[in-house]
Every structure is written in C-alpha cells, then in structure tokens.
C-alpha cells in the first residue's frame, strides 16, 4: 500500500525558512515522481512543486520559484521540501503527493 | 489549464443521485492514451481522498456508487445514491501538464 507521510511543519516567522520531509512506503520510490502541494486556510488545493524519479529535474510554482527547493533521497524514500524566505501567503497544509494515489495527511505551516 | 467546475454547491437528499460537471480550458487526453483527469473529495477536517483516476477509474476502496466520465476537456462525476457520508468538498484536477490545476470544488451537503 502506497503511504506518504509528511512532517517538519510548524510555526515561523515571516522571512524565515523550514524544511519539510515526506516518508514514503509501498512502492519503488525511485521509479517516480513526486510533488508538494498546499493548501491555505478555506481554499482549494495548489500545486507547488514536483521532482522526478532521479531527481535531476524539478520544476515550481511561480509563486514559490527562487524561494523553495524540492529534493529527494531515494536511500531513504524521502522528498523535501526547503522553504526560505517564507511569506504569510505560504501559511497552510503542505501534502507529498504521488499521482494516482492519495495524498499524505499533510503538515502545518504557519507563517506568523 | 483552467478547470471549471459546476455547480459550486450542492444539497442532496440522501438516496438521490448528485452529478458535478468539470470543463477544462485545453484537452485532457495525451498523445499516451490517457485522459488526465482526476476526482477529489476533501471530507470536514481531512486530506483530500482521492476519488477517480483518468475520468472513471476508481481508485482502491472507492464505493461503486461513483462514477466518473468524460472526454477531452468535459467531464462528469457522478453519485448515483448521496449517503451522509458523501459530504464533502469535491475537486477535479488535470495533470496532464504541470502545473496540476484543481477546479474551484463544489461543496456537497445533506438536504
């Protein structure tokens, strides 16, 4: 069974960084391509990021371009997320997501 | 791509059916065949739960009670008997090019 499991969110001050992590299980993690996508507070889900299977291209939300880097460890089936220069704009869930399955319980980031 | 979806809110009799419609502004179908289109539904206080997959695929445990379908750039998702537990915000999205986009989502209730 496909798990995505999302941590490393929490409460920062507006300018600075975070780092979130996706642990995933259930499937050849290399084999894939892997995304973030957030959602503030009331709104509908925005897609933020996404890497692929060997990491050497990803691409970005213009909102988030410059700001955040998406990477992956695939020794440890793990996708990151490092966030800088975080804006209140950024507050939401973050979810790990893997097309065609569902996303991870996602992680708190507030930006206060 | 922009996708569309109507109505935005929904109240259903339960044991009545429910139909959301999604439009997206480009084609959804690849040159490999498949037709990008996914259905979400968002349950008070969880993740998003994914629904369908590529129009009418539906994914691992989901009740047969839905149903998805379409092509190109319209497409349907269908309840053929509402129950509580149907309540919800429900999205399509495309992911045949990145970025993924969502419809606005259309909120379903219980008459």
């Known amino acids: 069974e496909v798990q995505l499991v999302e941590s490393g969110g929490g409460l920062v001050q507006p300018g600075g960084s975070l780092r979130l992590s996706c642990a995933a299980s259930g499937f050849t993690f290399s084999n894939y391509w892997m995304h973030w996508v957030r959602q503030a507070p009331g709104k509908g889900p925005v897609w933020v990021s996404h890497?692929?299977?060997?990491?050497?291209?990803?691409t970005y939300a213009d909102s988030v371009k410059g700001r955040f880097t998406i990477s992956r460890d695939n020794t440890k089936n793990t996708v990151y997320l490092q966030m800088s220069s975080l804006r209140a704009e950024d507050t939401g869930i973050y979810y790990c997501?893997?097309?065609?399955?569902?996303w991870g319980q996602g992680t708190l980031v507030t930006v206060s | 791509i922009v996708m569309t979806q109507t109505p935005l809110s929904l109240s259903v009799t339960p044991g009545q059916p429910a139909s959301i419609s999604c439009k997206s502004s480009?084609?959804?179908?690849?040159?490999?065949?498949?037709?990008?289109l996914y259905w979400y539904i968002q349950k008070p206080g969880q993740s998003p739960q994914l629904l369908i997959n590529?129009?009418?695929r539906r994914f691992s445990g989901v009740p047969d009670r839905f149903s998805g379908s379409g092509s190109g750039t319209d497409f349907t998702l269908k309840i053929s008997r509402v129950e509580s537990e149907d309540v919800g915000i429900y999205y399509c999205?495309?992911?045949?090019?990145?970025?993924?986009?969502f419809g606005q989502g259309t909120k379903v209730e219980i008459k």
């Open positions: 890497i692929i299977g060997d990491g050497s291209a990803t």
């Open positions: 999205m495309q992911a045949i090019h990145l970025p993924w986009t």
């Open positions: 480009q084609s959804l179908l690849h040159g490999d065949g498949k037709t990008y």
């Open positions: 590529e129009v009418s």
């Open positions: 997501a893997r097309l065609g399955f569902n």
